[in-house]
């Protein structure tokens, strides 16, 4: 089986530029997460998606983020203009239908870095 | 904001020695789970306690569960190097209907050879 796809691996960008990160679930997988893991400390939630309706989004800054998930499979995270604080290791997570929020399955991470 | 407070933050033993790491928590919750979490990868889910559960156990993992004092503990027996890593408590809240997980901050685990 497949595991959560993310890419691009690492990025590296300056201040106030704009950056976009990729992650493609494991097939059949409804629910998608993405979460921000600064240096040495735990992954914090940013978006919750169940197939391509968004059901948490609580903690996502609006003002710079956004994401998407087109037909419910895909996801685009995206970042406009980009800050200093925003580096970090962007993780995006799926799992199966009916599975609630038991076992995530996790992609290795895009690492932002904004210089 | 974090659920999950986890204790040590560094944790560095011998090979063969167990290690345990605790976490604590502050809502009612459905269930909890620890995952690792190895340099520069993903996440890796270990283990899940359910809220009516007191003790469960994988291989050479043991996790305790006590909801009265909100806390839990991961017990790895007889540790080895490839045991290296990021260890996290996520909760899975009670008062969440759509199901989504609090990550605690993380303890670091070095197991020296």
């Known amino acids: 089986e497949a595991g959560v796809a993310q890419s691009p691996r690492y990025k590296i960008i300056e201040k106030r530029q704009s950056v976009a990160f990729w992650c493609n679930p494991i097939?059949?997988?409804?629910?998608l997460y993405w979460y921000q893991q600064i240096l040495g400390q735990g992954p914090k939630l940013l978006i919750q998606?169940?197939?391509?309706?968004?059901?948490?989004d609580s903690q996502l800054p609006k003002d710079r983020f956004s994401a998407e998930r087109l037909k419910g499979v895909d996801s685009t995270l995206k970042i406009q203009p980009a800050k200093l604080e925003d580096s970090a290791v962007y993780l995006c997570?799926?799992?199966?239908?009916?599975?609630?929020?038991?076992?995530?399955?996790f992609g290795s991470g895009t690492q932002l870095s904004v210089l | 904001s974090q659920q999950g407070e986890e204790d040590p933050q560094a944790l560095s033993i011998q090979e063969g020695e167990n290690a345990t790491m605790n976490c604590s928590y502050k809502?009612?919750?459905?269930?909890l789970q620890w995952y690792r979490q190895n340099s520069g990868r993903g996440l890796v889910h270990l283990i899940l306690?359910?809220?009516?559960?007191r003790e469960k156990h994988s291989g050479r993992l043991r996790v305790t569960l006590d909801t009265s004092k909100k806390s839990s503990s991961l017990l790895i027996t007889a540790s080895r190097a490839a045991d290296t890593a990021s260890y996290f408590c996520?909760?899975?809240?009670?008062?969440?209907?759509?199901?989504?997980?609090?990550f605690g901050q993380g303890t670091e685990l070095s197991v020296k050879p």
């Open positions: 997570a799926s799992v199966p239908k009916g599975s609630g929020s038991e076992k995530l399955f």
């Open positions: 097939s059949g997988h409804a629910t």
């Open positions: 998606f169940q197939n391509n309706g968004v059901v948490d």
């Open positions: 809502t009612s919750i459905n269930n």
């Open positions: 306690i359910r809220s009516n559960e």
């Open positions: 996520a909760t899975d809240a009670r008062y969440n209907q759509g199901g989504k997980l609090i």
